[in-house]
């Protein structure tokens, strides 16, 4: 089993890339798990999966899997990865948590696996998140495949062009596209599944 | 109440929370909620601005009650200020709309 790995800072948009790559890959006939972390004991970001196969969404609460409940991911993925049939598992880790402490976790359940990092940035709020939680930001970015900016929509071409200045800055090298994922989801995954999960 | 009804309680409540905590638009976090109607969802959601509305339901939905969650997560907020705000924002919002709430925090 492959894995996705979606980050990004709370509000940044995961679960709704997310939603749409397991689209992607149900079209394609790719069985696929979702695996959702959220900080509390009350799950909102699955209710977004209303009227999707809900079979293979599994949630994970009470804690951040970077922390306190990196065993509860493991478990997790173990017990996805049992059945064969499952080609695929994204992981949404809930937005304050340490992508590579994550990438620790995962490997726990499979030093070998095969993780697609794909970060989101919250455009808008990239210079106060710098501010506050540059460590978090940086962490995120260290090992990142590809760089989504999203809410494109409320910049201004100056903002946009000085953030992605930053996150060149932060990530060199790294493939970064942009977009309104409200209203262009649909294709952000695309061109995210066709570069990282369709080959 | 219709769609178009429940969809102004999440606007309304989320607007006030925000407006209140975070007046300046500059939030390290986000607030959400989801509104479970039965035969579909409410969803909506704040990161600072102004807050947005997606509804996952088959139109047009009709709902005399919901199953309303909030979560509120955000950094420099205290518990008490995010659940004095919470509190003032729902009975400001359900008393103007002659809504009735039973509450259960977690």
Redesign the interface.
């Known amino acids: 089993m492959k894995t996705i790995l979606i980050s990004g800072f709370l509000g940044s948009g995961k679960t709704t890339l997310a939603l749409e790559l397991a689209r992607l890959l149900k079209r394609d006939g790719v069985r696929t798990a979702l695996v959702i972390n959220e900080v509390g004991e009350v799950g909102i970001d699955a209710d977004l999966f209303a009227g999707e196969d809900r079979s293979q969404l599994f949630e994970i609460f009470s804690g951040c899997v970077c922390c306190q409940v990196g065993s509860d991911l493991v478990e997790t993925l173990k017990s996805i990865d049992a059945d064969e049939s499952v080609q695929w598992a994204i992981i949404e880790p809930s937005g304050v948590a340490y992508t590579s402490q994550i990438l620790d976790t995962i490997g726990y359940w499979n030093e070998d696996a095969h993780v697609v990092q794909i970060v989101l940035i919250d455009g808008p709020r990239l210079p106060s998140l710098i501010e506050h939680l540059d460590n978090l930001i940086r962490d995120s970015l260290h090992s990142a495949n590809i760089i989504v900016v999203s809410k494109e929509d409320l910049m201004d071409p100056a903002s946009t062009n000085e953030v992605f200045r930053r996150v060149d800055d932060l990530a060199p090298g790294v493939p970064v596209i942009s977009g309104d994922l409200l209203r262009d989801a649909p294709r952000v995954a695309s061109e995210v599944f066709t570069r990282f999960v369709s080959s | 109440m219709d769609v178009e009804q429940w969809s102004g309680v999440m606007l309304a409540l989320l607007g006030r929370l925000r407006d209140r905590l975070c007046p300046d638009g500059?939030l390290?976090?986000?607030f959400?909620?989801?509104l479970?109607l039965g035969a579909?969802?409410i969803?909506a959601?704040?990161?600072?601005?102004d807050p947005?509305v997606?509804v996952?339901?088959d139109l047009p939905l009709e709902a005399p009650h919901g199953l309303l969650?909030i979560?509120l997560?955000?950094?420099?907020l205290d518990s008490k200020s995010v659940q004095r705000a919470l509190d003032e924002a729902m009975s400001a919002v359900f008393e103007q709309r002659g809504l009735r709430a039973e509450f259960q925090s977690?």
Do not use: D, Q, V
């Open positions: 500059l390290l976090g986000h959400k909620a989801s479970n579909g969802f969803y959601n704040t990161t600072g601005e947005l997606r996952s339901a969650k979560a997560i955000a950094y420099e977690t």
